[in-house]
Structure formats: C-alpha cells, structure tokens
C-alpha cells in the first residue's frame, strides 16, 4: 500500500530510506486513516499537524489500526487545513514514527478473540516536516491512489484460491466418510459456482492490470472478492458442521468470524458501490 505512494510521490529522501526496507520487510508500517466517527466518511478525519518550524505537532485519535502494535512507523491522513472550504482539501499524508513521544498504542480484541485491531493516540506528538509525503494538503489524493492498491489487494484471488482448494480437499474427505451422494453433489456444484466466479475476478484482475493499470475499477474488484470470499468461508463451515459451529473449534469459527469483516475494512462493499457508481457508471 505505501511503496506505490512513496515510489510516485515521496521525496528522494523517503524512496531511500523506506523502499528497501519494505521491499525486505525490515520495518512494518500500518494505516492510520480511519478515526472514530470517520470511517466511510473518512475525509471529515480531525486528527490535526500544526506546523512549527520544521515539524508538525499532531494531537488526535485513530481506530482500527491493524497490526499497529507490531508496526514500527504509521502513515496517517491528518488535517493540515481545518479552514479548507472542501473537507478533502485540508488533509496531508505523514509518516509517523510510533517510537515517537506522545503516541499511545491500545489494543482492541476482535470478535474472533484475536488482537490485530488498535486504538492509537497522539499527544503532541512532534513529526519532521520532511515525513510529509508530497505536498501539504494534497494528502487525499494520495490516499485515495494508495486506496486503489489497497483494495485490489484485499480482492485476494490467491487466499480465495487456497479456501476454493480447501473445499475441495474437504469434498474429498467427507466422500471417504460416507456422506449422502446428494449432499456432496449440493457441495460440488456450489464450489464449482464460487470457482467460476472467482476465475471471472482473477481474468478481469488480469485485464486490469495487464499493461496500463486502471485503478479505477479496484471498488469492484474489492466487493467482489469480499463476496466470494464470505462465500466459500460460509461453505467450507457448513461442510464441517457442526464441528465449525462450536466456539471452541478454533481457527474455523475464528476464520468465519473474520471472514465478515472484509466487506468492511478497506472500506465497505456499499461504500464500493457508491464510489462505482460515481466514478465508473457516473450515476451520480
Ligand atoms: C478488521 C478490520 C481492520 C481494519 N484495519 C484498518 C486499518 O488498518 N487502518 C484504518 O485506517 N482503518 C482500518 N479499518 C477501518 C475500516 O476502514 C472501517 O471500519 C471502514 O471504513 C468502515 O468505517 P466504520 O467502521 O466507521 O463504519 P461506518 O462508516 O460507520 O459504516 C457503518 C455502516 O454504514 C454503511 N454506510 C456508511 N456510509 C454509507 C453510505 N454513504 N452509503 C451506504 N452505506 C453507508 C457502511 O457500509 C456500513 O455498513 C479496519 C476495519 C476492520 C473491521
């Protein structure tokens, strides 16, 4: 998500220093965009940069920062420009160090019982002003190309291929464990349905991205891939019922649980549909 930011808009000093090291994965970087209050709506984000001399002060909250506290560096959409007669025009993207003084890292426990999710506060919190990405308050526009990456990627053919396999492969166990003829063939021909729709995602992927990348089609690439995704999880739980219906089972129940939230983060698949319908079909 951040290399392609940094490589078209970043300075020569921020290409240096942070492209080989995500290339490598020496450092981890999360997302701080979404704040409370400001999810789908993500432009109407408070968390504020003052400029003083040649740092920023930045004071405000994020939510759902995923792996944050892992993350060694946080890129944030702060508001730059609180007077800016658009809200979009008054955001900037900044690379924040999360070893800085002043920024508190909470954790939030998900359904699923996992800890992925975070709160991360800034309390004065002094960033260089070289961490600016780009130009001050052109910030939305980057967040928006760095969206396009993201959602693209969230489509996730290969995980969707690898739960299609998983079906498969349970297809065949429950065949050796007796199971009714017509059950399996309920099984086979709603896997083949979710394949068939997953290989138009994976061609129509391809044919995005094969030469010229047209990132404006990624909202559909993102809702669809939620789709099927939630599709087979959904199945693959079914299958093992009523093993997957139990709390205790595990990665299962966790794996469904989790499952739901892809149409969410990235943002929601009806937030996708908007943004089609204005940017692609110009329903708006
Ligand atoms: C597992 C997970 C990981 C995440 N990781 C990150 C992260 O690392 N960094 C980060 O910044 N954020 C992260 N997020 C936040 C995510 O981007 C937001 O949850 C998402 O954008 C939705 O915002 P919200 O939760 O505030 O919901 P809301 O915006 O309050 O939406 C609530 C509901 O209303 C619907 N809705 C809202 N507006 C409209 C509209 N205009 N038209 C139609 N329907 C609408 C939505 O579709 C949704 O169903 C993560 C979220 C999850 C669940």
Not at 80 to 90: F, H, S
């Given at each position: 998500m951040l290399g392609p930011v940094i490589i078209h808009f970043g300075s020569d000093a921020q290409r240096e220093y942070f492209l080989p090291k995500l290339l490598n994965a020496d450092i981890q970087v999360c997302q701080g965009f979404s704040e409370p209050g400001s999810g789908s709506d993500l432009a109407s984000l408070k968390t504020s940069a003052v400029r003083e001399g040649d740092e920023y002060v930045v004071n405000g909250q994020k939510i759902w920062t995923s792996q944050a506290h892992y993350s060694d560096w946080v890129f944030c959409l702060v508001r730059?420009?609180?007077?800016?007669?658009?809200?979009?025009?008054?955001i900037s993207f900044l690379l924040i160090d999360l070893k800085t003084p002043g920024v508190t890292v909470r954790p939030i426990i998900s359904i699923d019982g996992r800890h992925s999710l975070n709160e991360v506060f800034f309390d004065n919190v002094r960033v260089p002003a070289t961490n600016l990405v780009g130009e001050e308050n052109k910030g939305w526009d980057y967040a928006k190309f760095l969206l396009g990456h993201e959602r693209a990627y969230i489509a996730g053919i290969g995980r969707n291929k690898e739960r299609v396999a998983c079906a498969r492969a349970l297809l065949q166990t429950l065949e050796g464990e007796g199971y009714p003829a017509s059950t399996l063939a309920a099984y086979r021909s709603q896997i083949a349905l979710i394949e068939a729709d997953l290989h138009a995602l994976e061609v129509t992927q391809f044919r995005m991205h094969g030469g010229h990348a047209d990132m404006k089609l990624s909202p559909m690439l993102k809702a669809r891939g939620s789709e099927i995704f939630q599709a087979i999880t959904d199945l693959i739980c079914r299958m093992t019922a009523p093993a997957s219906l139990r709390a205790d089972t595990g990665s299962l129940t966790k794996s469904y649980l989790y499952s739901r939230a892809v149409s969410i983060f990235g943002g929601s698949t009806e937030v996708q549909k908007n943004i089609l319908s204005a940017t692609v079909l110009d329903l708006s």
């Open positions: 730059t420009d609180a007077n800016a007669v658009k809200k979009q025009a008054g």
